[in-house]
């Protein structure tokens, strides 16, 4: 009887693990298309000539007026946004464009804490891998020369000031109109876990017999827990709980 049940055991066990390595397969799938979709979007956004224009006047005005600027980008989120939630899929938490020095012109939602503030020193918008594995130069700190990126990118995950939470963002140049010098970079950001929102249902059981599942999200390079049902901005803002949060490597992932 107890070699039995331990051969039982033992056969459970097998087949959960293989059923989660294929829901872990399907939401990697998800997650990559999600990205290119993403990334796509913004590829035909920043090929308008009209967006170009907008930049380049209000760039030779000093940026004291980026009304078309502002109403171009405004127009393309709204669409976009609409477009999404029409399928019932996740939203952006924001889009915006930072100017060729690096400093942010544009933030849809508005927001005066990002606008008109440098940030050359993120991953976003230089697109380096640094010595130390990093993706951004410190913020008072980094290089004088750093250059916007010259393709689509996206970036290495960031611990978002509102929420605590990790972030992705995606990026691409824009060119001027001769198509020869970025003249800015145009991206949306989501957090991590919103990402896999759409495609989660489809694998965590919902009481129909399958073994019930929590998706998680975990940076192999280091380790870090990037989300997790837990991570909430309530729990993320409580004392103590400024440390990233780390895992072991997980069975058959080396850290690198």
């Known amino acids: 009887m107890s070699s039995a049940l331990k051969a039982a055991e033992g056969n459970l066990t097998q087949r959960a693990l293989e059923s989660d390595a294929h829901a872990a397969r399907i939401l990697a799938r998800s997650l990559q298309r999600e990205l290119e979709d993403r990334t796509s979007v913004l590829e035909q956004v920043t090929k308008s000539e009209q967006l170009v224009a907008a930049i380049e006047s209000a760039e030779a005005n000093g940026w004291t007026?980026?009304?078309?600027?502002?109403?171009?980008?405004?127009?393309?989120?709204?669409?976009?946004?609409?477009?999404?939630?029409?399928?019932?899929?996740?939203?952006?938490?924001?889009?915006?464009?930072?100017?060729?020095?690096?400093?942010?012109?544009?933030?849809?939602?508005?927001?005066?804490?990002?606008?008109?503030?440098?940030y050359k020193h993120r991953n976003y918008f230089?697109?380096?891998?640094?010595?130390?594995?990093?993706?951004?130069?410190?913020?008072?700190?980094?290089?004088?020369?750093?250059?916007?990126?010259?393709?689509?990118?996206?970036?290495?995950?960031?611990?978002?000031?509102?929420?605590?939470?990790?972030?992705?963002?995606?990026?691409?140049?824009?060119?001027?109109?001769?198509?020869?010098?970025?003249?800015?970079?145009?991206?949306?950001?989501?957090?991590?876990?919103?990402?896999?929102?759409?495609?989660?249902?489809?694998?965590?059981?919902?009481?129909?017999?399958?073994?019930?599942?929590?998706?998680?999200l975990i940076n192999a390079r280091d380790g870090k827990l990037l989300d997790h049902p837990w991570m909430t901005p309530e729990n993320l803002k409580a004392p103590g709980s400024s440390e990233p949060l780390t895992v072991d490597a997980p069975l058959g992932m080396k850290l690198k």
């Open 65 to 118: 007026d980026r009304k078309s600027l502002d109403q171009f980008l405004n127009q393309q989120k709204k669409v976009v946004d609409e477009r999404r939630g029409a399928q019932s899929r996740e939203l952006d938490s924001s889009w915006f464009f930072v100017a060729a020095n690096g400093t942010q012109r544009w933030r849809g939602p508005y927001s005066a804490d990002t606008v008109d503030h440098s």
């Open 126 to 216: 230089h697109g380096q891998a640094l010595a130390d594995g990093s993706g951004e130069h410190p913020r008072d700190n980094g290089p004088d020369d750093v250059k916007p990126i010259s393709k689509p990118h996206i970036c290495f995950p960031f611990v978002s000031q509102a929420t605590k939470r990790y972030m992705v963002a995606i990026t691409v140049p824009v060119f001027d109109a001769e198509g020869e010098n970025v003249i800015g970079v145009l991206g949306r950001t989501t957090h991590l876990g919103q990402l896999l929102a759409d495609y989660e249902r489809h694998v965590v059981g919902q009481g129909t017999g399958e073994v019930d599942r929590v998706v998680a």
